[in-house]
């Protein structure tokens, strides 16, 4: 049965939505009739995704900003609903990864991936909050690694966990004005970054394909339409949740050992 989703003149900010997944679910939202905005820290990154984002409601807005520039990312929050109005749905995705076993991760190296990915969050949350509608919808990316235990993941996963809890958290604090505020956990995603660097080679990415229970890989497409729905008011009473769309990986535990 196909789903249909209808966000005519809705105003949808996705905080590093200018590659990968992100970009998959700013793309969605856009074909969905929303004005959309992004922001991440790469000019040439921003212009071309504002580039591809434009709906019947407006073009595309984007922003150039580092998550972890608290200033830098109120400015761009407090633009982009001057210009679009307030906002309906806010999905946060900014982050950074690298695989490396704890003894070769430095202290700025554990810091840098904790401040883009957990504080980094926290940033776009809070500059997010004095200009969303009520009600509307707040959709935190997570990743699997917030709550199983990874070799060589230590610093994302101490990250995402944070991030899961910070989505509880405000679903708590943030309900009763009408905030519903959810988290998505994507499984192994085909053909984006967060993929080429945990599974670098063909071999490695048939080998997370086949764990799958599904026994495929995911698609931008699938973390998106998972967004759409959250964002929606067929999800009306949905806060609080962590919803992984993920094929069932993450029922089999550790996949990186
Ligand atoms: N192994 C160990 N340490 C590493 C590393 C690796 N593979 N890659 C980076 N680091 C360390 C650096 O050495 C540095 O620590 P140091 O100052 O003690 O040497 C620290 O991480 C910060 O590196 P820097 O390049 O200055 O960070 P940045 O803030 O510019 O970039 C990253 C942040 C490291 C997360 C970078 O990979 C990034 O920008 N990622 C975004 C894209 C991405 O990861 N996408 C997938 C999303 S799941
Ligand atoms: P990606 O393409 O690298 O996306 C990351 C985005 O965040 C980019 O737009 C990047 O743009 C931006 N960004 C990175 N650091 C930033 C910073 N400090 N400030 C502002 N923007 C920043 O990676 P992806 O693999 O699609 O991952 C997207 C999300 O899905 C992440 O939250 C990740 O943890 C999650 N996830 C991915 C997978 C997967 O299989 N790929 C699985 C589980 C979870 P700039 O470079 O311009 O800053």
């Known amino acids: 049965m196909k789903a249909t989703f209808d966000y ?6 996705v905080a590093g939505g200018t590659s990968g997944i992100n970009l998959g679910i700013a793309k969605a939202f856009a074909a969905a009739g929303a004005r959309v905005g992004v922001g991440s820290r790469k000019r040439e990154k921003v212009d071309a995704a504002v580039a591809m984002l434009g709906s019947p409601a407006g073009p595309a807005l984007g922003y150039t900003f580092d998550v972890r520039d608290q200033e830098a990312v109120a400015a761009a929050l407090g633009a982009f609903a001057a210009e679009a109005g307030p906002i309906d749905v806010l999905v946060s995705g900014a982050a950074g990864n690298f695989p490396a076993l704890a003894n070769d991760i430095s202290a700025n190296g554990f810091k840098a991936v904790v401040d883009i990915d957990l504080v980094g969050t926290w940033h776009v949350m809070k500059a997010a909050y004095p200009h969303m509608r009520r009600p509307g919808s707040i959709i935190n990316i ?6 199983i235990p990874m070799a060589m993941q230590v610093h994302v996963c101490a990250a995402k966990a944070g991030v899961d809890m910070v989505t509880r958290c405000l679903a708590i604090e943030w309900g009763g004005e009408g905030l519903r505020v959810n988290g998505v956990i994507p499984g192994p995603i085909d053909g984006t ?3 080429a660097r945990l599974a670098p080679d063909d071999a490695a990415r048939a080998r997370v394909a086949s764990s799958v229970p599904m026994a495929r890989l995911g698609q931008p497409e699938d973390i998106a339409a998972t967004c759409l729905f959250l ?3 067929a999800a009306g009473y949905v806060s609080g949740a962590i919803l992984p769309a993920d094929g069932g990986w993450s029922l089999r535990g550790a996949p990186l050992g």
């Open 8 to 13: 005519t003149g809705a105003a949808v900010f």
């Open 142 to 147: 997570s990743a699997p690694q917030a709550f």
């Open 193 to 195: 970054e967060g993929m």
């Open 231 to 233: 964002g929606s008011e």
